[in-house]
């Protein structure tokens, strides 16, 4: 009986001595988290914008003629009554002279008409003749005057038509392409004009808004009416083609009275210095607006995970579990979202690594080097 249960002893030790141990729980993923902090946001938006001179005229012969001289050069700077371009003016000189001698033609009909008035006048008192006699010659004397009249009026148009042939500059600003050379015939029915003027010692910049944008847009700066919010407004930044940014600020002045029926938008100008004439008509660009955001979280596009038109965030709670949180996005700026509701001042969330995290799971919070989420002030 001893033999037997000293048996049954040593199986009882070997089979629990051959029993594998229970693995190790894993150990915690180790990721970054960042606690919300308060601060103040300032968003950008951008939005392509076209530029154009203050003014853009286009130059146009008002006679028709033989282009004989051309004085300005394509891309000239030239100044307001500066001669740009002369037409053969021999036609509308003889054309003149021709008008003058009409004109004297008619004034001495209307002398002679006068001599025939003062004439008859003192017959007609002595009953010399009759008063029939001196009416005619009264009404050949109105005939005449009309006719000085006309001539004087031909004469006038034939000094206008000379001064069409020398074409001025009705503005000061930059020479366009010069579409027609010396010794081209030009009407005032081209197709094309001469050439373009533009006065670009400061330009217009015009950008459309969308209903949305231009909600909170208005929304964001003081004023009773839609005058007052410009004067209320924030110099905006021009971006050039090459994402370079003109040194000189401008303002939003004018604002377009109705949306495009077509497009949803609405035009917005803004004016921009020129001084340097380093913009010309014709650039296209980006406006940037600044844009004051309350009451919001920045939030890295990475800290976010996005399940059915809704997006969620980890947030860190006790024993550094994570619980999926959702998320109301205002905007965004950057890779950022802007959330203005979901989460509050001195929660932590997980920045990275959230496609594999699931509510409950525990994690090894890592305090990121820098602050990345922020709440904006009021």
């Known amino acids: 009986m001893k033999s037997l249960a000293l048996i049954l002893s040593l199986a009882v030790l070997y089979g629990c001595a051959s029993k594998p141990a229970a693995p190790p729980a894993p150990a915690p993923q180790a990721l970054p988290v960042a606690e919300v902090h308060i601060d103040t946001a300032t968003t950008y938006q951008e939005y392509p914008a076209s530029i154009e001179g203050t003014i853009n005229v286009e130059i146009r012969p008002q006679v028709s003629g033989t282009l004989d001289r051309v004085y300005a050069d394509e891309g000239a700077y030239v100044s307001k009554g500066q001669p740009l371009f002369k037409i053969n003016e021999n036609p509308y000189r003889q054309a003149l002279n021709n008008a003058k001698a009409s004109l004297h033609a008619a004034q001495g009909a209307l002398s002679n008409a006068r001599l025939e008035v003062e004439k008859l006048t003192p017959l007609v008192q002595n009953k010399v003749v009759s008063d029939y006699q001196l009416k005619a010659a009264k009404a050949a004397q109105e005939i005449a005057q009309g006719n000085v009249e006309q001539a004087q009026a031909q ?66 700066y003081a004023g009773g009416t839609l005058q007052d919010k410009i004067k209320h407004l924030p110099p905006v930044s021009l971006v050039l083609s090459d994402n370079s940014t003109y040194s000189i600020p401008g303002h939003i002045d004018v604002i377009d009275g109705q949306f495009d029926k077509t497009t949803g938008a609405i035009t917005v100008r803004a004016s921009f210095p020129n001084a340097s004439g380093l913009l010309r008509s014709g650039n296209t660009g980006k406006v940037r607006l600044s844009l004051q955001h309350s009451n919001v979280a920045i939030v890295p596009q990475d800290a976010t995970i996005e399940m059915q038109d809704k997006v969620f965030v980890y947030a860190v709670g006790d024993s550094n579990k994570v619980a999926k949180q959702p998320i109301t996005i205002a ?48």
């Open 155 to 220: 004469v006038g148009i034939a000094q206008i038509n000379i001064g069409y042939t020398t074409i001025k500059a009705p503005v000061s600003g930059y020479i366009g392409r010069l579409l027609k050379k010396q010794g081209s015939l030009v009407t005032p029915a081209d197709a094309e004009a001469l050439t373009q003027l533009s006065d670009v010692h400061q330009v217009h910049v015009y950008f459309s808004l969308g209903e949305t944008d231009f909600i909170n847009f208005k929304s964001q």
């Open 331 to 378: 905007g965004k700026s950057g890779t950022n979202y802007l959330v203005k509701d979901g989460l509050k001042a001195g929660q932590q969330i997980v920045l990275s690594g959230v496609d594999h995290l699931q509510d409950g799971m525990k994690i090894s919070p890592q305090k990121a080097p820098e602050k990345a989420v922020a709440i904006a002030k009021n």
